[in-house]
């Protein structure tokens, strides 16, 4: 009951909270409710292209993120419940709902800095992790080092994956294992150890696996850089 009375006035309580954590085509929000924090995420609202194909044909970003944490629940925040809203018959506005993990810092900062403390343990921890992720079927399509989450606990590396509304789950072979290693835009040297350490654990050809990723990475950073310049944008080594 507390959780469909959250989720009933979901658009008060958000409109109404001021702590913001993420603003872009999507936003989410902390909310406290019932001495729980809990992450809300709100969607944009859909063309109306995709608010017919949302309504009728496929289910929603919500409603994926949902039963995609129900499904992975062991790599994901525990998940609370979604909603959606209709106007005119056709989805409108949309919210995702999870409890609050609180971690101490994501995959990108050990990725930009050097000098990070324990950097070593924790993009070999990471290699780990990733490989669970591969051998239980999952293929996340944003893999990208805001979305990879970590937690120190008892001198261990605790992993959660968010903004898990794309996924696919099949099983990966080593060209789509290793192709899943580049949004995270790592520098050379650091794909390399979490590569190698990938390549022990999985008891493959770790010169392989180097091989493939590196041109995998080269080759997803040369397309972005490619669409910056067209956009006149500034280009990322």
């Known amino acids: 009951m507390i959780v469909k009375s959250f989720l009933e006035n979901i658009k008060s309580f958000f409109s109404n909270s001021q702590n913001s954590i993420h603003k872009a085509r999507n936003e989410i929000k902390v909310i406290n409710y019932k001495n729980s924090d809990l992450v ?3 969607f944009k609202i859909p063309n109306f292209i995709n608010r017919f194909i949302y309504t009728f044909f496929k289910s ?4 994926k993120s949902y039963e995609y944490a129900l499904k992975i629940s062991e790599f994901t925040p525990k998940p609370v419940g979604f909603i959606e809203f209709y106007k005119n018959f056709l989805l409108k506005d949309s919210y995702f709902v999870s409890e609050k993990f609180d971690y101490d810092f994501t995959i990108r900062e050990p990725l930009l800095d050097k000098d990070f403390f324990q950097k070593d343990d924790i993009i070999k921890a990471f290699a780990k992790f990733t490989y669970s992720l591969h051998e239980a079927q999952i293929f996340h399509l944003d893999f990208s080092p805001g979305n990879i989450l970590i937690k120190k606990v008892d001198g261990n590396f605790i992993f959660k994956i968010v ?7 099949l099983d990966l072979d080593i060209d789509l294992r290793m192709k899943n290693f580049a949004k995270l835009w790592a520098k050379d040297e650091d794909l390399e150890i979490i590569i190698k350490e990938y390549a022990k654990i999985s008891s493959q050809n770790e010169k392989e696996l180097i091989e493939k990723a590196l041109n995998l990475s080269h080759k997803h950073k040369a397309k972005i850089n490619l669409k910056k310049r067209l956009r006149g944008q500034k280009v990322v080594d």
């Open 163 to 169: 903004d898990i509304n794309r996924m696919k789950f």
């Open 40 to 42: 809300v995420k709100s």
């Open 60 to 63: 929603s970003k919500a409603k």
